[in-house]
C-alpha cells in the first residue's frame, strides 16, 4: 500500500502545484496587468491612483492577498522548485529540440521569478505599510499605498546597480513566458490537448496570449517611466 499512497500523493501534490500556477496565481498575473494598464493613456495616472485605492481600501483584500495569492503562490514556486532540483538535466546541449528549450526557460523562468516576485512585492506593497514615510504616496483614512508619481520615480532609481527599469523589463518578460508556456503544459497534462495537432494549435494559442500580455505589460512600464515628460 505505501507505494500506492506515496504515488497518489506525488499526483495529487503535483495537480495543486499546476493548478496554483493557472487558476490563483494566473489570474493575479492578469489582474495586475490589467491594474498597470490603467496608467496608458491620457489621465492614467488618474486612473491607476483610483485603481490601487479601490483595490486596497477594500476589506477583503488582506484575505485573498494571503490566501488566494500568498499562499498558492508561495506552495507553486517551491514545489516548482523542488520538482526542478529532482527532475533530470535539460538536454538541450545534446539535442537541441525546440521543447527541450521551452523546457529550460521555464525552469529558469521559475527560479528568476521566485526573487524577482519578491523583490516586487517588497518595495510596491510592503514598503508603503512598513515606511509610510516614503515619499510620492497616496493615502487614504491613514493607509499609505503606491501612487503613480511613486511608480514613476520607482523606474528611474537604481537597486543593486542596475535601473528598476530592466530589472521589470526582465521580469514580466519571465512572468508571461512562464505563464504562457505553463498553460500549453497544463493542456497536455490533463489530457486536453493530446495529439500533435491540437498541441500546435494550442501552442500558437498560448504564443498568440503571451505576445498580448507581454505588450500590455510593457506598455504599462513605459507608461509610468515616461509620465510627466
Known sequence: MAPATSTKSKYILRKLFELTGFLPVGGFLLEHLYSNFQAV????????????TDLQTNPLIIFLEIGVIGLPLLYHGFYGMFVATMASR????????????????????GAILLFYIGYHV?????VPVLHPDTPLLQSNGGEHYVSSQ???????????????????LIGIACAV???ANGLWNIGIHWGLTIGPKAQQVS??????????????GYASLFAFYNMGS
Not at 96 to 107: A, D, K, P, V
Not at 122 to 126: D, E, Q, S, Y
Open 203 to 216: 501552442g500558437l494559442v498560448c504564443g498568440a496570449l503571451g505576445a498580448t500580455l507581454l505588450a500590455i
Open 41 to 52: 493613456g491620457p489621465g492614467g495616472a488618474e486612473r491607476f491612483d483610483k485603481v490601487v
Open 90 to 109: 535539460p538536454n538541450t546541449g545534446g539535442y537541441g529540440y525546440l521543447r527541450n528549450w521551452t523546457y529550460l526557460f521555464q525552469r529558469v523562468t
Open 150 to 168: 511613486y511608480m514613476h520615480e520607482y523606474f528611474h532609481a537604481a537597486h543593486f546597480g542596475i535601473q528598476v527599469l530592466w530589472i521589470y
Open 177 to 179: 513566458y512562464h505563464f
Open 122 to 126: 517588497w518595495n510596491t506593497r510592503l
